[in-house]
């Protein structure tokens, strides 16, 4: 049976060799295997039948019975289409045929009744179907009707080239003729059982055949499952292999630095979520296998606290520790706030960025290499070649989606045994969905704020009302609060974003004019050094308002700050208005953010505004902007394979997925080689998919 499944696609009868050549380059189907997994996008009803005068201009597509009572060659300076008028007793369409006419017209049958299926567009007043389905009412009435006919996935080469989605449908018929439906299972009987799903067989018939909605619910279910639990054996499988595999510096103890740190030094008492993720990373560097987590938390929940006594650890161990962050304002910004709460513990902190001077940078080299350097702090200049550790035992990346995997590794490969990684991002991604994103790394979640934290109001203004909005930030300025206004600059070469921002920093200027008013402004045309002193005036409070680009987006802290003014802020993603938002609300002053945006907006763009007004769960806004943009954005997945799904969908049935990982876990959990007796074809299968996606090849 498997071996009949592995046939060349060609020999299916009624493909043959040109057809055959079209399913392998247009949708990569070699075999019969290959066809049996081509499962619909959607099902259509083909139980009702429209009237002409019941259509509307809805691109749907509908079925209609009726006549061609005429028919004719229209020329056109782009060449020559056929067209038809169909009629039935409401009323008269057209049908276009722009590939295929000679056949059309010798084989057409006028005045003969057809039914006609396809997707119906008005122009000029009258409706048109451009290369109907179209098949006698007499052949029609034999066809056993489902209520749900499968619609296969299809490309416009395919459709050109007579390949429709019928003769799909027909070439699936005779493939379920020839293998007699017989189809191996793969799952073990155990997972069968208990979440009572129905046999491969029984399910492949009914995705391609569906016998009833509720057999077909069932096959969807079985095979979302069975997608998304072998994605799941695969990545912890490679999960297991990196920790078996990668050697890492076991940090054994815990000595003077952090338990000084800890009972001495901490301003404030950390929070559950705190002390959680610091004795998951402590157990995990304790560990001579390398550690790879990724600490995720909402703005300003605290993980520099979580860094800096991590980094604490490896130099209780005699290892140094390095912290990357991907601006020189947010390197800058965690060595003032780093070397503040590590002074009582004499250690040596410096910056490496690439405005340091050489003088300083040559000794900053010299004691990396010597080992009388601790804690380095930096931007990509971290990456040099240049820069040699003596022995670095801890890497932390703040706000990873800034770097990619190549610059992470880079960082690694500095030492013979690797340092434990540990990757910061305030960018949250769903739990469930990171766990099976990024099965090479370990997650830690930070899920709660620090106390005391009053929740930022969010409200959304039009431009038409900007008076008002600058009354309240005068009153606002008048209690000693401090007030961004951020402008979107997607590109630096855009010159209309740039002028936006230097025509809004000139109105604002006006508007609050010197001496009672001063007003900063940071973009990324500026050098850093110009840069970091506007950031400097604004955080000593020296300037009330801080115009500027999504520079400030991440890291910085400026307590002081309680507005946020986000101008055309419906061109911004929701996480990088979340990350915007995150800048205030974190004194002990109430905060707001203000979202400014123009009348006419994108049904998209009302429900981010629509969201940020709701909520100020990152998790939840994260929710919301994988629904609004899919996962194509979202970091790792264009390796993961998770995109190249072929019925599940990571978003809409995160519920399976997380079923999906709970038994694939408890399974390798049980028999971690797949080895068992029951286990056989579980493993071959595994081992044919992983050799297909090639899943070795992306650890990082
Ligand atoms: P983020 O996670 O966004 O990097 P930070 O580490 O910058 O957040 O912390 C944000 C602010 O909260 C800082 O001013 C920090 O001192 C403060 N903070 C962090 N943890 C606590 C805590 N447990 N209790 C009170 N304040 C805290
Ligand atoms: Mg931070």
Known sequence: MSN???????????????????????????????????????YIDRTRYYKINELRNTNAEVQIVGRVIHIKTVE?????????????????????????????????????????????????????????????????????????QPVYPSTEKLTQRGLTNRVVNKMMQ?????????????????????????????????????????????????L????????????????????????????????????SFYNNHLPFDLTNAQKRVLKEIRNDMGNPAQMNRLLQGDVGSGKTIVALMSMLLALDNGFQACLMAPTEILANQHFIGLSELAKPLNINIQLLTGSTKTASRKIIHEELENGSLNIIIGTHALLEDKVKFHNLGLAIIDEQHRFGVEQRSKLWKKNEIPPHVLVMTATPIPRTLAMSLYGDLDISVIDELPPGRKPIQTVHRYDANRLKVWKFIRDEIGKGRQIYIVYPLIDVSEKMDYKDLMDGYESISRDFPLPKYSVSIVHGKM?????????????????????????????VNVPNASVMIIESAERFGLSQLHQLRGRVGRGAEQSYCILMTGHKLSND??????????????????????????????????????????????????????????????????????????????????IQISKKQNIWNYIS
Request: hydrophobic share 40%; with cysteine.
């Open 527 to 555: 050098k850093p050094a110009e840069k970091d002193s506007e950031m400097q005036r604004f955080s000593q409070g020296k300037t009330n308002i801080m115009v500027a680009t999504t520079v400030i987006e991440v890291g």
């Open 224 to 259: 979302k499952f069975e997608e998304l639990f072998f994605i799941q054996l695969q990545l912890i499988t490679k999960n297991l292999i990196r920790k078996n595999k990668i050697k890492g510096h076991p940090f054994e103890k815990v000595g003077d630095y952090f338990t």
């Open 4 to 42: 009949l499944l592995e046939t060349p696609i060609e020999y299916l009868k009624g493909v043959g060799p040109a057809r055959g050549e079209l399913l392998r380059k247009e949708m990569g189907i070699h075999k019969y295997a290959d066809l049996v997994n081509l499962f619909p996008n959607r």
């Open 605 to 686: 763009s009302k429900i981010r505004m629509e969201t940020m007004t709701r909520t100020n769960d990152g998790f939840e806004i994260a929710e919301v902007d994988l629904k609004l943009r899919g996962p194509g954005d979202l970091m790792g997945t264009q390796q993961s394979g998770i995109l190249n799904l072929k019925i599940a969908d990571i978003v809409k049935d995160k519920d399976i997925l997380q079923l999906a990982r709970h038994h694939a876990v408890k399974l390798l959990k049980e028999d971690p080689s797949m080895v068992k007796p029951e286990h056989l074809t579980l493993r071959n299968v595994f």
């Open 76 to 148: 056109q300076k782009k060449g020559k289409r056929l067209v038809a008028t169909f009629s039935d007793e409401t009323g008269e369409m057209e049908l276009v045929w722009f590939q295929g006419q000679k056949w059309i017209r010798e084989n057409l049958k006028l005045n003969t009744v057809y039914v006609i299926f396809g997707k119906c567009t008005a122009f000029n007043g009258q409706f048109n179907m451009a290369h109907p389905e179209m098949e006698l009412l007499a052949e029609h009435q034999q066809n056993l009707r489902s209520a749900m």
């Open 174 to 222: 005779q493939l379920f003729v020839e293998t007699h439906a017989l189809f191996v299972e793969t799952l073990p009987v155990a997972i069968l059982d208990e979440l009572k799903l129905i046999p491969k067989n029984v399910a492949l018939f009914n995705i391609h055949f569906p016998k009833s909605p509720d057999l077909l619910a069932k096959a969807q279910f079985r």
